[in-house]
Each structure stands twice: as structure tokens, then as C-alpha cells.
């Protein structure tokens, strides 16, 4: 930390000193300034893992609140199955439509060769 204060040409005035991180002295008070800066850090997560830890056991807290009733999220179950059944259906029958083609066209020429590529532009 220290390094890059010095190279950026940091200065903390404070109190009527002005603290040059290159110094000795103002290393060591810009250090003591950082372990003090993660001790306040660490109290304010402690407080905030005690307090969540009350309100729990008092119920306060209970967490986020769904947005839709039971009755929304059984409507929602039913349709997603009913709409996953109906997209089985079509891909099926698209599939059923397709080999039907394929051995119609298959009886009328009389031929067993696969069906050719379709070319494409795309490349």
C-alpha cells in the first residue's frame, strides 16, 4: 500500500503535519491508519451478523417475501407443462410430417437412396 501511495505523490495534512508516505514516521502512521480503517471494517460485519442473528430469532426477519401466491405458482407449474407437452406434440408431428414426405417421395420414384443435401449460401 505504501508503495503506490509514494509513487502516486500522496500527502496526508493533518493536524498542521503533513505526512509523506516515504518517511519512516508517516509509513508507520499510515499503516497504523489501515489497521485501524480494517478493525472498523470487521466491528461493522460483526454488528451486522449479531443483528441479522436477533431479528431472526425475534421473527423480524424472514427473508424475501414471494411475489406470486400458490395459487399463481400451481397455475404457472400447470401451464409451463401443458405448453412443454404442446412443444413435444409439434416437434413430433413436424418430425412424423417430414419422414412421411420422405417415404412418399421414396414410393413414387421407387428408389432407397438418401435424400440429397440441401445447398445453402451461407457461407
Same mark, same amino acid.
Given at each position: 500500500?505504501?508503495?503506490?501511495? &509514494?509513487?502516486?505523490?500522496?500527502?496526508?495534512? *493533518?493536524?498542521?503535519?503533513?505526512?509523506?508516505?516515504?518517511?519512516?514516521? =508517516?509509513?508507520?502512521?499510515?499503516?497504523?491508519?489501515? &489497521?485501524?480503517?480494517?478493525?472498523?471494517?470487521?466491528?461493522?460485519?460483526?454488528?451486522?451478523?449479531?443483528?441479522?442473528?436477533?431479528?431472526?430469532?425475534?421473527?423480524?426477519?424472514?427473508?424475501? +417475501?414471494?411475489? *406470486?401466491?400458490?395459487? +399463481? +405458482?400451481?397455475?404457472?407449474?400447470?401451464? =409451463?407443462?401443458?405448453? !412443454?407437452? !404442446?412443444?413435444?406434440?409439434?416437434?413430433? =408431428?413436424?418430425?412424423?410430417?417430414?419422414?412421411?414426405a420422405r417415404w412418399a417421395s421414396r414410393r413414387a420414384s421407387r428408389s432407397c437412396s438418401l435424400p440429397r443435401p440441401v445447398e445453402t449460401s451461407w457461407a
Amino acid at each position: 500500500m505504501g508503495d503506490t501511495l &509514494v509513487a502516486r505523490g500522496a500527502r496526508l495534512p *493533518l493536524g498542521g503535519s503533513v505526512y509523506d508516505p516515504a518517511d519512516p514516521m =508517516s509509513k508507520m502512521f499510515f499503516n497504523m491508519l489501515a &489497521v485501524f480503517a480494517e478493525f472498523e471494517a470487521d466491528l461493522l460485519k460483526m454488528r451486522t451478523r449479531e443483528g441479522i442473528v436477533i431479528a431472526r430469532s425475534h421473527g423480524k426477519l424472514k427473508g424475501r +417475501q414471494p411475489k *406470486l401466491t400458490a395459487r +399463481q +405458482q400451481a397455475e404457472l407449474v400447470r401451464t =409451463s407443462i401443458l405448453w !412443454s407437452m !404442446s412443444l413435444r406434440f409439434s416437434c413430433i =408431428s413436424a418430425s412424423l410430417a417430414v419422414t412421411s414426405a420422405r417415404w412418399a417421395s421414396r414410393r413414387a420414384s421407387r428408389s432407397c437412396s438418401l435424400p440429397r443435401p440441401v445447398e445453402t449460401s451461407w457461407a
